[in-house]
């Protein structure tokens, strides 16, 4: 299912960088955005650092008008109002279209969910790792369910981890890599982005006991079903869990081919040693270091088609609608 919590696309030029500049600046932050619908956010205090927010009760409080904020904000609340938004830095946002949305802010990692079975999808990742690059933040690749594997998911952590992608294979079943999975995230901000049912709700609840995350269990066809509506900060001592609605898409801001490439180092090599810049890498090229490749079995034939296709969707401007 498509992202639900009630911020809505907003226009912006296509711009390298960091998007996501906050409204109504302000240095007197008091509090920190839980959450935030209808103009509408829920707060905590910050603590005695002034910046992380304290286990204190959460607060409903409406914005003043013209300001909008996103989880993780620092904001200032004057007059029972909030007043302003501290300027913002790691940012996580998609492209919907032509249009920019705005996740989250202040984040440091982006975690990457997946699970076992249809929802082990490597354009998600890819594209996520792409996304993590170009906003500054670390990724971590959670491959979720693993105890309904028939050895397929454990083939593709082990390729992804000598591409040097981060991966963390789990479940929170059998508790497989849980303990590795709460030192990672044991500091700092982590979003957690995936599709519906992979088992972000179970794995909140895993590593934050007393979050009470509801979960779906499975519908008709055996899969997870959609249930977190609205992007929530999960706090525990000096680090957040932020939980996402699920995605249906997530298409790239501001990536150009390049970036593309950059994220696929194995593809990118034999490129590099392609003796036609304009090759398109079809079969029956002579020369063509790609096909060379393929055809000694040292490149994987679906990541160089999905390389090329994200290439071509930045390219052409086409992100945002619907491509994983």
């Given at each position: ?152 998911a454990a083939a593709q952590v082990t390729a992804w981890q000598a591409l040097g992608i981060p991966v963390q294979p789990t479940s929170v079943v059998r508790g497989d890599g849980m303990d590795a999975l709460r030192t990672a995230l044991a500091a700092g901000t982590s979003a957690l982005l995936g599709h519906s049912g992979v088992g972000k709700s179970t794995l909140i609840n895993a590593l934050r006991p007393g979050a009470n995350r509801r979960t779906g269990g499975l519908d008709w066809q055996g899969k997870g079903r959609h249930v977190t509506t609205m992007a929530e900060a999960i706090p525990d001592g000096n680090s957040l869990l932020v939980d996402l ?80």
């Amino acid at each position: 299912m498509p992202l639900t919590h009630d911020d809505e696309p907003t226009a912006a030029p296509r711009r390298r960088g960091r998007p996501g500049d906050a409204p109504a600046p302000t240095e007197r932050v008091t509090h920190v955005v839980m959450s935030y619908s209808r103009g509408f956010a829920w707060l905590r205090a910050v603590g005695p650092d002034g910046f992380t927010p304290a286990l204190s009760a959460v607060e409903r409080v409406q914005c003043r008008p013209g300001v909008t904020c996103v989880v993780g904000d620092r904001v200032e609340v004057a007059g029972g109002n909030v007043a302003g938004v501290l300027p913002r830095r790691g940012t996580l946002s998609r492209a919907v279209g032509p249009q920019q949305q705005l996740l989250a802010a202040h984040v440091d990692r982006l975690v990457l969910v997946v699970a076992v079975g249809r929802s082990l999808r490597e354009g998600f990742v890819m594209r996520g790792l792409v996304s993590a690059t170009l906003q500054g933040l670390a990724p971590l690749v959670v491959v979720n369910k693993m105890d309904v594997d028939d050895g397929d998911a454990a083939a593709q952590v082990t390729a992804w981890q000598a591409l040097g992608i981060p991966v963390q294979p789990t479940s929170v079943v059998r508790g497989d890599g849980m303990d590795a999975l709460r030192t990672a995230l044991a500091a700092g901000t982590s979003a957690l982005l995936g599709h519906s049912g992979v088992g972000k709700s179970t794995l909140i609840n895993a590593l934050r006991p007393g979050a009470n995350r509801r979960t779906g269990g499975l519908d008709w066809q055996g899969k997870g079903r959609h249930v977190t509506t609205m992007a929530e900060a999960i706090p525990d001592g000096n680090s957040l869990l932020v939980d996402l609605p699920g995605v249906r898409e997530l298409g790239l801001w501001g990536a150009t081919p390049e970036d593309i490439l950059d994220a696929f180092p194995d593809v990118k090599a034999a490129i590099t040693r392609c003796h036609f810049p304009d090759c398109s890498h079809d079969e029956g090229t002579a020369g063509c270091a790609v096909l060379e490749e393929l055809d000694a079995g040292r490149l994987d034939p679906g990541r160089v088609e999905l390389c090329l296709r994200m290439q071509q969707s930045v390219a052409l401007g086409l992100e945002g609608g619907g491509r994983l």
